[in-house]
């Protein structure tokens, strides 16, 4: 008898392209400066790691294949991190942990209390993954149903591609979301979406919660990752967005997502997501020392 094979594609959590576990490392290792706790930025003339205490944690220890539990860890990590009055910045891993990092800091600061601003190629917000609830395409939807985050303080860029359904988008207009499709982002420009967005963000709330999927960049620029969808931003858009949300609206809490080291093509994609966040603690530095900022003005005279 011959045999007969069949393709049986078992993953665990959903995932189109796997092993996104090895992100956080990743990032902290994308960087060919010395690990000397020093970072000043030129332009901002600020050192994210001097100015601030920035402490890294590690990893936090989750429960293998137990992805509820896990996120239950990473909630009550964040709530503590912001009763401590610091500012979660968290290395994924998956889109799903957005569902507990934000999570967690609205048990602090106050559920509607924390808006969002999410750069990202997909909109996250399904209404599950094949029946799970839990997953990287469900945590915006998770985060505006439990009522942490309010749908209409809550704004996406980027986004592009083939999903979600129209039944999904239809739900996220009644919610009040404001999303701009990367072809709006590019015939308007950047500046001007980003200037009618920030009042959208403080109206009401008392902090901002950057979630930045590092798939929001052009695959040719950021091809270590699971879903990469081509016609992204460039990675120099991404990083000016991120100095001036840092540095313009009250950031407490940040995560940086979907990097997945086994895609990724001469640690492109680590490096990049490595810069957002330094770019994020610099613009902070920045904010908390009360500077100032104009991108046209002559570098040597800041
Ligand atoms: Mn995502």
Redesign the pocket.
């Known amino acids: 008898m011959e045999r007969q094979w069949a393709g049986s594609r078992v993953e665990a959590l959903h995932r189109e392209r796997w092993v996104v576990q090895f992100g956080p490392q990743a990032i902290r290792g994308g960087d060919y400066l010395p690990h000397d706790g020093e970072r000043p930025h030129l332009a901002l003339r600020t050192d994210g790691l001097k100015d601030l205490k920035v402490y890294d944690a590690g990893d936090l220890l989750m429960p293998g294949g137990d992805l509820v539990s896990s996120l239950a860890v990473l909630r009550d990590a964040t709530e503590k991190i912001s009763r401590a009055g610091a500012i979660a910045v968290v290395l994924g891993g998956d ?1 799903s942990i957005a569902s507990a990092d934000v999570a967690g800091i609205a048990n602090h600061l106050g559920h509607g209390k924390v808006s969002m601003i999410h750069l ?1 190629t ?1 909109a ?1 917000t399904g209404e599950d993954q094949w029946g799970a609830l839990v997953g ?1 395409g469900t945590p915006m939807r998770r985060l505006i149903d439990s009522g942490a985050v309010r749908g209409d303080r809550f704004l996406q860029l980027g986004l592009r591609g083939y999903w979600p359904d129209n039944e999904t988008l239809l739900w996220m207009r009644d919610q009040g979301m404001r999303s701009y499709e990367m072809t709006e982002i590019h015939h308007r420009g950047m500046k001007a979406v980003l200037d009618e967005s920030f009042s959208t963000l403080t109206d009401g709330c008392d902090g901002v919660f950057l979630s930045v ?1 590092i ?1 929001v960049v052009d695959p040719g620029m950021a091809p270590g990752t699971g879903t990469p969808e081509p016609g992204g931003m460039t990675s120099r858009e991404l990083l000016e967005a991120v100095r001036r949300i840092c540095f313009e609206l009250p950031v407490v809490g940040i995560d940086v ?2 990097v997945c080291p086994a895609f990724d093509s001469a640690d492109i994609t680590a490096i990049l997501a490595n810069r957002v966040v330094l770019e994020a603690l610099s613009a902070i530095t920045l904010k908390k020392k009360g500077g100032s900022y104009s991108p046209t003005r002559n570098l040597l005279d800041r």
């Open positions: 889109h990202d997909h996250d990287h999927d798939d997502v979907e």
